[in-house]
């Protein structure tokens, strides 16, 4: 019984590894290349603050991985409904939410490049990353609620007992 629940959430860890490496990747193959070809196309002024702003995301986002892990070693160590878990759905609800404001703050830049070229590609790039942080941080926000309230009532049902 325990081999299938470690089973199920070593899956989730191999994603979250996954998806770390594929950030890593475009953080350090793709961003640098990108930037590279449209130096010729746009000043740096627009560039430079757009890509700075991708990479300082990179810095949330991999915390979030971070506790998106952590939570799950508490499953694999049947703690799941601890203070500790409520701790690190916040810290993924703030992670998406910070990643969220920051293209939020670097949207006008990607209009501006997005309006330059006629590639409206770019801003929905920008949009759909921020966009999708928000569904994130909504979901972890209804997570951490529905177990603050768990941690509750087994706290009430503990105390009556």
């Not at 770019?122 to 941080?137: C, N, P, R, T, Y």
């Not at 603050?148 to 503990?158: G, L, P, R």
């Amino acid at each position: 019984m325990v081999r299938r629940k470690q089973g199920s959430t070593l899956f989730l860890k191999c994603i979250i590894w996954l998806f770390g490496l594929v950030v890593l990747a475009l953080c350090l193959l793709a961003l640098p290349k990108i930037a590279y070809e449209l130096a010729d196309h746009y000043p740096a002024y627009w560039l430079y603050p757009a890509l700075v702003g991708m990479y300082v995301t990179a810095v949330p986002f991999y915390f979030a991985l971070y506790e998106a892990y952590r939570l799950l070693v508490f499953i694999d160590k049947n703690t799941a409904f601890s203070e500790l878990s409520v701790r690190a759905l916040r810290n993924i609800k703030y992670c998406a939410i910070s990643i969220s404001a920051m293209y939020l703050i670097i949207s006008p830049l990607l209009y501006l490049m997005a309006e330059k070229d006629d590639a409206p590609g770019i801003l929905a790039f920008g949009f759909i990353i921020g966009l999708a942080s928000l569904v994130i941080a909504t979901f972890a926000a209804v997570l951490q609620r529905l177990l603050q309230e768990a941690i509750d009532i087994k706290s009430e049902h503990d105390l009556t007992v």
